[in-house]
């Protein structure tokens, strides 16, 4: 039973791991510099909707408004595109993500494809230089 | 002839349910806009790539998607004939996006960001026959301690 949730613990630990990657659509990620360059990641998915939710949609192009399941199911498309970057990027041995950005596009009738990219660096902290303690011993 | 008669009453029936539930759901959209919109006016936003900042900072993003109406739908496709403007569908549009922004500001505010940098937004047409548009927002939102 421990061993169980030993190994449970451990589990939780490693994916969440996967939130220490730092990401940032800026050129640089706030409070940190970058000190090395590693290279161009990208991560992609290609999602269909399915009929249940086509035929609602449907229905709402007839009273208009927000279609909620359309919004989610992109919303969790792009996380895992995302997903799939980040592991790229942990693979280099990076731990930051800069430039991002997102497109998608319509590659056939009723499916998308949601395309993520950035580029994969190694970052410090920026951390504030200190005044000297005794600036007179010199 | 019944057969055309049929087809009018449903088109009429689409059409002016249509104009009912899409101009409700309009002004009630725009009406909670509005509201929230003001509420969340104390995070600052910008579309800078260079900036940067000493405090912590954590990519962030939304999406909305809205559909038009029949009414919206009937009176785009005349419109598209004559040409010019197509007020109904700007409509959805700027709905869409304050929406998403609005959206984005919410996720700032809940892990505590005060600013969001480098604000991107991104439109795609989703559905067969249009109508449907997808706004995504994505920046970077800054915790100042």
Do not use: C, P, W
């Given at each position: 039973m421990l061993f169980i949730m030993e190994f449970l613990i451990f589990k939780g630990t490693e994916s969440g791991s996967l939130s220490l990657m730092l990401l940032s659509n800026l050129e640089s990620v706030p409070g940190h510099v970058i000190s090395r360059q590693i290279d161009v990641v990208y991560g992609s998915t290609v999602r269909s909707k399915h009929v249940g939710r086509d035929l609602l949609a449907g229905l709402k192009n007839i009273v208009g408004g927000e279609l909620t399941a359309y919004t989610e199911l992109l919303e969790e498309s792009r996380q895992e595109a995302m997903n799939r970057m980040i592991?790229?990027?942990?693979?280099?041995?990076?731990?930051?993500?800069?430039?991002?950005?997102?497109?998608?596009?319509?590659?056939?009738?009723?499916?998308?494809?949601?395309?993520v990219y950035g580029t994969a660096v190694v970052v410090e902290p920026n951390v504030p230089k200190l005044p000297d303690p005794f600036p007179s011993a010199g | 002839m019944d057969n055309l008669i049929f087809q009018f009453v449903v088109f009429a029936l689409l059409f002016s349910v249509g104009f009912g539930f899409g101009r409700y759901y309009e002004r009630k959209h725009l009406k909670e806009l509005a509201e929230q919109e003001v509420r969340l006016a104390h995070i600052v936003l910008d579309t800078h790539r260079f900036t940067t900042s000493e405090f912590e900072g954590q990519l962030i993003s939304?999406?909305?998607?809205?559909?038009?109406?029949?009414?919206?739908?009937?009176?785009?496709?005349?419109?598209?004939?004559?040409?010019?403007?197509?007020?109904?569908?700007?409509?959805?549009?700027?709905?869409?996006?304050?929406?998403?922004?609005?959206r984005l500001k919410r996720e700032a505010e809940k892990i505590g960001a005060t600013q969001i940098m480098g604000l991107r937004l991104s439109t795609t047409e989703l559905g067969m026959q249009g109508g449907m548009v997808e706004v995504f927002a994505y920046g970077t939102a800054i915790k100042k301690p």
């Open positions: 592991e790229k990027a942990r693979q280099m041995g990076a731990n930051a993500i800069v430039g991002i950005r997102f497109s998608t596009s319509n590659i056939a009738q009723g499916a998308s494809e949601l395309f | 939304s999406n909305v998607v809205i559909s038009h109406d029949y009414f919206k739908y009937v009176i785009a496709n005349i419109q598209n004939i004559l040409g010019g403007r197509l007020v109904s569908y700007e409509s959805i549009v700027e709905r869409a996006r304050r929406e998403a922004v609005v």
